[in-house]
């Protein structure tokens, strides 16, 4: 008998790497969603059950009495859905996100101040609402899943990159080289770390716990890429992939107003996932390289741009004109900077034998 696997979403950046590897796995798919988007990749076999998966009552009229062997929620609101599914199904997996750490959202709570790097799924959590508000809610519905399906499985996402993504973090670049800009400033130069996931490998995370269902039961597990790229890295592979050159001009952050939606927070604290544990109990491995994957996010976004919602959730006017003042004045500032001559001018220690590091002392 054929096992049946529901998928709450479906149709986001993940989803149709989720359906299609559950169907080669031999599951009748079918997925829940609004019905607002359709994907290509999901086959037509795959039954589509249209609801709100934000709304308890259309929820609860959509599902009857069905149960189903697997259930993934990767989209609504997951208390709810998980007290609904309670007693529906044989194995439940969620997916939730980085949040619940404490520090992820709110630098300021921790000391020293930004979060564990890497952090691992023991790390200190959100203590409270007054402390970060979205961090403790979304513990909250970790909580809430363990409650009603002690056996769950929950994985925490970072930001996904990738395909259907309605908010890219990559778009305030590429729209940068699309209107031909010739510079993008960029924090503290841009060597900012925030652990980014592409949807094939965060999807294929996810399929690892279905895998391995009997290690993953009652667990949860950090996802991201293999190797995180740092801020500016991003910048050079959005350019590689366009055919375009833009100049980095670094600033101290409290200057560099127009990168505040590439840094998504108020400090450049970085923020990375320990994978240790999904790698040794779950045998997880990226499916695509992080570059690459990225490449071709960033090529499907120059022949697919968003819209002005999502724009707006951006947050990023750009305001050339500011932009290139701020530019104007930043260059006045270096130009006219005197710097300090120093007796001796410092080095890199003896320990740096690189380019610019110790002479050789004898041709031998």
Request: proline share 6%.
């Amino acid at each position: 008998m054929t096992d049946k696997a529901l998928v709450i979403g479906g149709t986001g950046p993940t989803g149709h790497f989720i359906v299609n590897g559950l169907r080669q796995r031999g599951f009748e798919v079918a997925i829940l969603h609004s019905g607002r988007h359709e994907v290509d990749e999901i086959p037509f076999e795959v039954e589509h059950i249209h609801t709100d998966p934000f709304d308890e009552d259309a929820l609860s009229l959509a599902i009857g009495s069905r149960k189903w062997d697997l259930v993934i929620a990767t989209y609504g609101r997951l208390r709810m859905i998980s007290r609904l599914f309670q007693g529906r199904t044989g194995k439940f997996i969620s997916i939730g996100g980085g949040p619940a750490y404490r520090g992820y959202m709110n630098a300021q709570a921790t000391y020293p101040k930004g979060m564990l790097v890497p952090v691992p799924e023991g790390a200190a959590k959100t203590r409270s609402e007054e402390e970060d508000g979205k961090g403790f809610r979304v513990l909250k519905s970790e909580e809430v899943v363990f409650n009603h399906h002690p056996e769950a499985t929950h994985f925490r996402y970072p930001y996904i990159y990738g395909k259907y993504q309605i908010v890219p973090r990559e778009w305030p670049i590429v729209r940068r080289i699309l209107d031909g800009r010739s510079t993008i400033i960029l924090p503290d130069g841009g060597h900012y770390l925030n652990h980014h996931g592409a949807a094939e490998n965060m999807a294929h995370a996810v399929l690892c716990g279905v895998d391995h269902a009997e290690a993953s039961r009652g667990q949860i597990y950090n996802c991201g890429d293999e190797r995180v790229l740092s801020l500016v890295q991003v910048v050079e592979v959005c350019c590689d992939a366009l055919d375009a050159t833009l100049e980095v001009v670094s600033m101290p952050y409290s200057l560099a107003v127009s990168a505040r939606p590439l840094v998504g927070q108020p400090w450049t604290s970085h923020r990375m996932f320990d994978l240790s544990k999904i790698k040794s109990e779950l045998g997880y491995k990226d499916k695509v390289e992080p570059v690459d994957a990225l490449s071709r996010a960033v090529k499907w976004l120059a022949d697919n741009p968003i819209g002005e919602r999502a724009e707006r959730s951006l947050q990023d006017p750009f305001d050339y004109a500011a932009e290139d003042r701020l530019l104007a004045a930043w260059a006045k500032f270096i130009e006219g900077f005197d710097s300090p001559a120093f007796s001796q001018e410092p080095g890199y220690t003896g320990s740096y034998s690189g380019p610019g590091g110790s002479v050789r002392k004898s041709a031998w």
